[in-house]
Structures are given as structure tokens and as C-alpha cells.
């Protein structure tokens, strides 16, 4: 019988069967061994389910290095240390991700970690863009390793976004900087202020007088996976880089690979249109994901303690395709202004250019592999042993 006392709690509900009473009373101790055996063995299952998680997490860790490492190999024989470094310019609308691509390209060659070299966002809450000037970062800047300088390792060539726009000015824009007239850390605007104050013939006898500095070899037109393609952009960098006489390689990166479904329909028409507006091949197109807070936030780690070589990987395999010599400049030695389409203009006035101005004959008509430079100084050495022999003689 059940005992109707107020001290049953729920006595309709939890009540026990005779017989669970009495091995409840008979048996307290047997019941207490079987609850600890229980939790030790959850105990001893969460501990192997911990060492199993370390495990696989240590064995994808060293997967992804050895991966890195293998990648970083294949871009040294590609880069080699012959000939000379590429410049590189990073070319696209505002907000799509240049300076962080730049940052991560940068990480992806270095051996330690993540660093702003290339300040990144907006500011202002007017989406005032944090790169204003034109800024160079060859290795000297990135490499933190003495037994990668010899190598060639490119010059990265970051600026403020464009407008989405093929007019004259965006057009003219885009020569100054591909035949490296802007000069190091000025302003695309400065330019643009001349073209709305005096006009295009002026803008392009102000910078005809700049010495050529940073040349661009190669052009890597950066867009983002969650918005439709500068497509009237896309179409002034074809333009100048392929419709005229100094034919440039573009290859082609959409940033944010994190936000979208690769996938999906809508992606996938996105990036048909992106590799057909610049006449890309798969070799020679990204889709990644770079050092960024919202990739931090997403896994959970920062990328202030930590490299991510999950990112690193795609972007060294990319960089050896872009830094691979086969792919030709046609005509590198024009200069500015002076091809068939638009013959140099006439200098009526004098500017002064942030640049060393350049003596008699000092356009580059070719650029000397390290074997000449070697000629050349052996050359120098056997003349003044020469010198030497005659004057002691």
C-alpha cells in the first residue's frame, strides 16, 4: 500500500513497485557501484573523444602545412631567381576586398603570421575608403625570411577602388597606372582633379613628364562573390590592357568566397559573367577567401595568434599561375602615350614629379636578367684590372 503521508511527493506518479523497494533498500550499495562505473565510463569517453578531436585536428593541422609547404615549393621553382620581379597592380571597384586580398597574398608568402601591411575597410560611416594613395609593397616590405630575398618574389601595387565606369577619365586613369606614371603614394584623385580642371590633353601632358616607375607586368582584377561585376570597369581594363599596342596578362580573383554557395545557380551565373567580362580561363582565376574579421568570427580563431593555411594554399597556387613567365607582355618597352592610338602629346609646361626625373635615355627599353647584371659587373671588373696592370707596369 502506498503511504498517503505528505511527505510522498507525487506519490501517483513516482511511486515504486514492491520489489524495486526492496532491492532499492536491499541493495543501496550495488546501486551506488553501478551510477559510478556509469560515470567513469562517461568520463573515460569524453577523454577519448577529446584525444580522437585533437588527433584529427593535429593530422589536418599537419596535412594543411604540408600542403603549404608543397605550394610554397612550386612557386619558388616558378619564380626562380632569374630575371626580375613583376609588378603587380590590384585593380577593382570599392569595397571589394583589394587591400585584404593584398594582405593575405602577402601572408601566404611570408613565413610568419598575419600583419596589416595594407590598411583595410572604410571610415567615416560615409564609406570613405582607407586606401587613398597609390602604395607599393615589393618583398623587401613582406618577406620576413633572409632565404627567400633571392628569389623573385612579386611587387603587389595597391590603390583606392574605382568607379564603375569606362568614360575618358577612368580610361586615362588606368594608362598612367599600368605604364607606372603615378608615382609612388599619390593620389588617383589628384589625377582626376587635373582631368575635371583642365582637361585630358593636359592630364596626360602632366603625367608624360613623370619618370616610369612601377611599370605594371600583370594585372589582377579583384570583385566580390556577393554583388554582380563592375562590369563597365571590367571593360576599360580590357580595353587598355588588351585593345591597345602594350598587351598586359589579367587574371581575375571574387573575394568572399565565405558568404556565398559556390554551388549555387546565382554564383555560378556571377561567375560566368566575371570570366567572360575579362576573358578568363580557370588557370587564371580565384575564388578564395582572405584574412578578414568575418572569417575570424566564422571559425573562431584570430588570425592575430594563428596562420590560416586554408586560405593560404589556393592563393600560393594562384600566385604561381600569375607569376609565371610564359605568360608575355607584347611590346613592354612602349612607353606611355606613345602608341598608335594616342601619340604622345606635346609638352607645353613644366611639371615636377615626386619621382627622380630621368636623365638622357633613361626609359627602360628592357629590363636585364640577373645574368646580364653579372656580365655587366665582369666587364667593369676586367677593365679596371686592366687599368690596374697598365698603371703598374
Given amino acids: 500500500m502506498m503511504d498517503s503521508s505528505p511527505s510522498n511527493i507525487n506519490s501517483a506518479d513516482t511511486s515504486l513497485s514492491s520489489a524495486q523497494l526492496a532491492i532499492g533498500r536491499g541493495a543501496p550499495g550495488m546501486r551506488r557501484e553501478k551510477i559510478f562505473k556509469k560515470g567513469q565510463m562517461m568520463v573515460k569517453l569524453n ?13 589536418n593541422e599537419e596535412e594543411f602545412e604540408t600542403e603549404v609547404g608543397n605550394a610554397l615549393k612550386l612557386f619558388l621553382e616558378r619564380v626562380t631567381t632569374e630575371g626580375y620581379a613583376f609588378n603587380i597592380a590590384l585593380i577593382g571597384a570599392s569595397g571589394c576586398g583589394k587591400s585584404s586580398f593584398c ?10 603570421r598575419w600583419r596589416e ?8 560611416g560615409h564609406g570613405r575608403q582607407v586606401t587613398q594613395h597609390l602604395l607599393s609593397f615589393p618583398k623587401t616590405k613582406y618577406l620576413d625570411s633572409e632565404d627567400l630575398m633571392e628569389y623573385n618574389y612579386p611587387t603587389l601595387v595597391d590603390m583606392n577602388g574605382f568607379n564603375d565606369s569606362s568614360d575618358n577619365l577612368v580610361e586615362e ?3 598612367i597606372v599600368f605604364f607606372g606614371r603615378l608615382p609612388r603614394e599619390e593620389k588617383l584623385v589628384d589625377a582626376a582633379n587635373i582631368y575635371r580642371t583642365s582637361g585630358l590633353k593636359r592630364l596626360k601632358e602632366h603625367y608624360s613628364k613623370n619618370y616610369e616607375d612601377l611599370k605594371i607586368d600583370r594585372i589582377i582584377f579583384i570583385a566580390s562573390a556577393t554583388s554582380p561585376p563592375p562590369k563597365c570597369l ?12 602594350r598587351v598586359i596578362p589579367i587574371f581575375g580573383v571574387l573575394t568572399h568566397k565565405d558568404k556565398i554557395d559556390p554551388d549555387g545557380d546565382e554564383y555560378q551565373t556571377l561567375e560566368k559573367d566575371f570570366k567572360e567580362g575579362l576573358g578568363l580561363q580557370d588557370n587564371r582565376f580565384l575564388l578564395c577567401t582572405s584574412y578578414c574579421d568575418d572569417y575570424d568570427k566564422l571559425h573562431g580563431k584570430s588570425r592575430l595568434d594563428q596562420r590560416h593555411p586554408e586560405l593560404d594554399i589556393p592563393i600560393l597556387r594562384f600566385m604561381e599561375q600569375v607569376c609565371d613567365p610564359a605568360y608575355e607582355i607584347i611590346r613592354d618597352s612602349l612607353p606611355y602615350g606613345q602608341d598608335e592610338h594616342s601619340p604622345a602629346p606635346e609638352i607645353t609646361t613644366t611639371v615636377t614629379s615626386t619621382d627622380p626625373p630621368p636623365s638622357a635615355g633613361c626609359e627602360k627599353s628592357k629590363r636585364w636578367t640577373l645574368t646580364e647584371y653579372k656580365m655587366w659587373g665582369i666587364g667593369i671588373l676586367v677593365v679596371v684590372i686592366a687599368i690596374l696592370v697598365v698603371w703598374y707596369s
Fill in 117 to 124: 601591411r595594407a590598411m583595410t575597410g572604410h571610415y567615416g
Fill in 47 to 59: 577523454e577519448e573523444n577529446k584525444v580522437s578531436i585533437g588527433m584529427k585536428r593535429r593530422t
Fill in 173 to 175: 586613369l588606368l594608362r
Fill in 234 to 245: 571590367m571593360d576599360a581594363v580590357t580595353q587598355i590592357a588588351r585593345g591597345e599596342n
Fill in 103 to 112: 594582405n593575405s597574398v602577402m601572408t601566404a608568402f611570408s613565413v610568419g
